[in-house]
């Protein structure tokens, strides 16, 4: 049965090829982004996958009026499995996509999918058959291999053994608040806790890496308010930007002396707080500022609450206040803390099993810095990973797609639809 799906998928390249060129054609760029939204891509699909023989689908349309149509719809297809009654596996690719960027640096229409073949990558090694354009790689792989698995099954008649769902998520690349996180809100029912969900949209070139887990991750801005003086009279101010410096400087060293330990899942594998963004203070040298405001960016090891943190950092904060006799204001843009997936996980297992089975490859699990979707469905309970074997080209100029990824990737797929 194997060698048949994979010889399906082997003889599907002119099939994928249409699909990726159907996709490209329909930019599905977020109204955050100065686009239309996903309505002209998910109607395409949706017909698309109709005549190909896989009917069972279900739209969720999150209403957003900046949107073409006024809304932002996602698309559910379903492959019903010997036994529905257990673990379903789900494999979630976004169809929106980001923006070309810069049109100079693209050697070709960033809507129009060019074949190319030869040529090496920038480490000298060489490049195989692919396809170039704007979402071919982000996220169109990972979505035209679940689609390629999904009818392998079908057209050679095979029952997969656990149900298929295979789901076309709209605003990845935005937050999601119109994608998966609305989804789940609003159809609480469509995942049950033990489903599985895999996330074929970030990887490396050898498909080693199993992302289970994220760091808990936020972002705050801190205003100081003092008291504006001449630069000769800082006895009659209150320096916002002398006391904004001191209070980066206690909680980076504070916070990462606090929440010090280290967690070989994840690279750097401690807890980081940095001190980003400044914003701008007076024009002059010769006054003391007011008002200061800086940001920081906080990537916070799971085992830490988010709420711990927040609680050092209000501590700090005060003595910074006492001690500069200025007040401290501030908002966290994102906030947002993340359950891993056990590594020991049977999604996790299988995954492993089927990319050593088709790439020859010994995978780990990892964790990466976090603010990916999979935080949506691990917060639920759901175990969910996010593999696949790319070059990582996304949001680039000149983006690809490796066709043999494509195909590799389809059957990784068909294996945990089989198992
Ligand atoms: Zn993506």
């Given at each position: 049965m194997k060698g048949k799906i994979f010889s399906f998928i082997d003889n599907s390249v002119p099939l994928l090829i249409e699909l990726e060129t159907e996709l490209c054609k329909r930019p599905a760029i977020s109204p955050d982004a100065g686009g239309e939204g996903e309505l002209d891509k998910c109607v395409f699909l949706e017909g698309w996958l109709k005549a190909q023989g896989?009917?069972?689908?279900?739209?969720?349309?999150?209403?957003?009026?900046?949107?073409?149509?006024?809304?932002?719809?996602?698309?559910?297809?379903?492959?019903?499995?010997?036994?529905?009654?257990?673990?379903?596996?789900?494999?979630?690719?976004?169809?929106d996509v980001v923006p070309?960027?810069?049109?100079?640096?693209?050697?070709?229409?960033?809507?129009?999918?060019?074949?190319a073949d030869g040529g090496t990558r920038p480490d000298g090694s060489p490049l195989g058959p692919r396809l170039i354009g704007r979402g071919a790689e982000d996220n169109q792989q990972g979505l035209t291999s679940s689609v390629l698995a999904a009818l392998s099954l079908i057209k050679l008649g095979i029952t997969p053994s656990r149900t298929v769902k295979l789901l076309f998520a709209a605003d990845e690349e935005n937050g999601s608040a119109y994608g998966i996180a609305w989804i789940i809100k609003n159809k609480p029912e469509l995942f049950r806790k033990d489903d599985m969900v895999l996330i074929p949209d970030g990887g490396d070139r050898e498909g080693a890496g199993i992302e289970i887990a994220e760091k808990n991750l936020v972002w705050a801005r801190f205003v100081t308010h003092g008291l504006q003086a001449h630069g000769s009279r800082p006895d009659q101010?209150?320096?916002?930007h002398l006391a904004g410096a001191d209070l980066a400087v206690r909680l980076h060293y504070g916070l990462s002396e606090k929440f010090a330990d280290h967690d070989p899942l994840f690279e750097p594998d401690y807890s980081t707080f940095q001190p980003t963004k400044k914003e701008a203070n007076v024009p002059n040298i010769n006054t003391i500022p007011g008002e200061d405001v800086f940001c920081m960016d906080m990537r916070i090891l799971p085992r830490y609450p988010v709420k711990a943190v927040l609680t050092e950092i209000d501590r700090i904060k005060t003595e910074v206040e006492a001690k500069h006799k200025v007040t401290i204001t501030y908002t966290t843009p994102q906030c947002m803390e993340s359950k891993p997936t056990s590594a020991d996980a049977p999604l996790v297992k299988l995954l492993s099993q089927s990319a050593a089975e088709v790439y020859g490859v010994k995978t780990k699990p990892i964790g990466i810095g976090g603010g990916t979707v999979g935080a949506y469905l691990r917060n639920e309970g759901i175990d969910s990973a996010v593999w696949c074997r790319i070059d990582d080209t996304a949001h680039q100029p000149n983006e690809y797609a490796i066709i043999g990824n494509i195909l590799g990737d389809a059957k990784v797929m068909a294996l945990l639809m089989i198992d």
């Open positions: 896989i009917t069972q689908l279900e739209r969720f349309d999150a209403p957003d009026e900046r949107a073409k149509g006024g809304v932002r719809p996602s698309l559910a297809a379903t492959i019903p499995g010997k036994n529905d009654a257990g673990p379903r596996l789900w494999i979630m690719s976004h169809i070309p960027g810069e049109a100079s640096l693209w050697k070709s229409d960033p809507w129009t999918v060019v074949q101010g209150a320096n916002a």
